[in-house]
């Protein structure tokens, strides 16, 4: 089984826009109580309230506050239950060591709270959804869906607004049935890059694919934006064109990076033959800790267009659909160990991109390099001797430079290899 999201646009009439606003501000209010009543005991008497906590005290609110009564009981409980989630991915950072991150914050009246209906509160038919509510005026919140969702099985609906262009969304999210994985005895190791993604297979075959950046040609014209609004008054006329404008270009610029990383990860799972790829465990934040100029691209490339995590949670879900699996390890120290002999470099700066080894005189794109010690570290550390006596028979073909001329290093002749 695997777990799919579908999202589409649903139009609400005026009556309904109307209650979907205030069942919106009713959970909102219970988020900002829920938020002060847990910075309030925890500042006050340094003591933590749990999610079960607030759920059993959520009758007791109904009896003195009945508009609470008005939203779908699940809808309710979401709701403090994403303050949860939110309060443990915080203490999770802080205990990772990470000291920038923020607590929650209060929601403001301005934004359409999310309704999250979960297992129950909805009725889907071939064509419609259909919510529960107990507002007053008794609006159906009846919706049409372009799918037919009565053959899958549903497990959460979310109901939402883009605050940008003010469009109603639904969210559903359903189980599928997928083909059973099945390990054929082939593998690829990938290792992703900001400007391109590098994959070998057990033959020591290669394969790049030059990553697209949108956001190098939109950003010449987000900062012209940007700088002619700095010039404008605040919330005048002009300063509300050119929000629009850049929000409209930043917009255009995440759809593009989104469509080529959906067509490119389907590619790669098409056309190779291995049931197992495996990837390495990428940490945006390490990958753009320093200060240096250079980095400026690696910033924009790792955190606002989203090409590797994001590209790694596509590449997953379409690997279960074809029945086929995605495995993460730790990648660190990749591209500075050497693929043959092990050795470390202790430093390797961005700009080499030719990784070069003073002890057996490697010469390898730094890539390449990395994708190799990805291969190894798999199968060695799952105990896959066959396949890992096989690469590295492959690898013994890799290209070396020794006193300027091309050979292989003498301890791998003895190894059955030949000169390439």
């Known amino acids: ?100 991150t923020r607590p929650p914050s209060f929601r403001g009246k301005n934004y359409f709270f999310t309704l999250c209906y979960n297992q129950s509160g909805f009725a889907i038919t071939q064509h419609t959804i259909q919510f529960s509510h107990k507002h007053p005026s008794k609006t159906e919140l009846l919706f049409p869906v372009p799918f037919d969702f009565t053959t899958v099985v549903v497990k959460q609906v979310e109901l939402f607004q883009d605050h940008y262009d003010q469009r109603y ?32 297979n057990l033959q020591s ?12 040609y939109w950003q010449p014209r987000v900062q012209s934006l940007q700088q002619r609004r700095d010039h404008c008054k605040k919330h005048s006329r002009r300063h509300r064109l050119f929000s629009q404008r850049l929000r409209s270009i930043q917009r255009k610029c995440a759809n593009q990076t989104k469509d080529w990383q959906h067509k490119q990860s389907k590619n790669f799972l098409k056309n190779t033959k291995a049931n197992t790829i495996i990837v390495g465990e990428l940490s945006p934040k390490q990958m753009t800790a320093g200060t240096l100029k250079y980095q400026k691209s690696v910033n924009r490339g790792v955190h606002n267009t989203g ?45 080499e991109r030719l990784y070069h080894c003073e002890i057996c005189g490697l010469a390898i794109d730094r890539d390449q390099n990395a994708a190799v010690n990805i291969m190894k570290r798999f199968l060695s550390h799952n105990a896959l001797w066959t396949g890992y006596q096989q690469f590295l028979s492959a690898v013994a073909n890799l290209r070396y430079t020794v006193n300027g001329k091309t050979t292989v290093p003498p301890y791998l002749i003895d190894r059955g290899s030949t000169n390439s």
């Open 1 to 100: 089984m695997v777990t799919l999201t579908r999202k589409f646009t649903v139009i609400p009439d005026q009556q309904q826009s109307e209650v979907l606003w205030e069942l919106s501000e009713t959970c909102r209010l219970l988020y900002n109580h829920a938020l002060a009543e847990r910075k309030f005991l925890y500042d006050s008497y340094n003591k933590r309230i749990t999610y079960k906590d607030q759920q059993n005290a959520l009758p007791h609110i109904k009896k003195l506050f009945p508009r609470y009564k008005q939203v779908y009981s699940k809808v309710i409980q979401m709701t403090l239950k994403k303050l949860d989630a939110a309060y443990r991915s915080f203490f999770g950072l802080l205990k990772s060591g990470d000291h920038t």
């Open 169 to 200: 969304y639904l969210a559903i999210v359903y189980e599928q049935d997928s083909p059973v994985y099945v390990d054929n005895g082939l593998y690829q190791a990938f290792d992703l890059g900001i400007t391109k993604h590098t994959a070998v």
């Open 205 to 216: 075959k290669f394969f790049e694919s030059t990553v697209k950046r949108p956001d190098k």
């Open 307 to 351: 090409h590797l995590g994001r590209f790694i949670e596509l590449l997953t879900y379409k690997a279960q659909l074809l029945g086929k699996r995605v495995i993460v390890i730790d990648e660190r120290a990749t591209s500075k160990t050497c693929a043959v002999c092990g050795h470390k470099k202790i430093h390797l700066p961005l700009s």
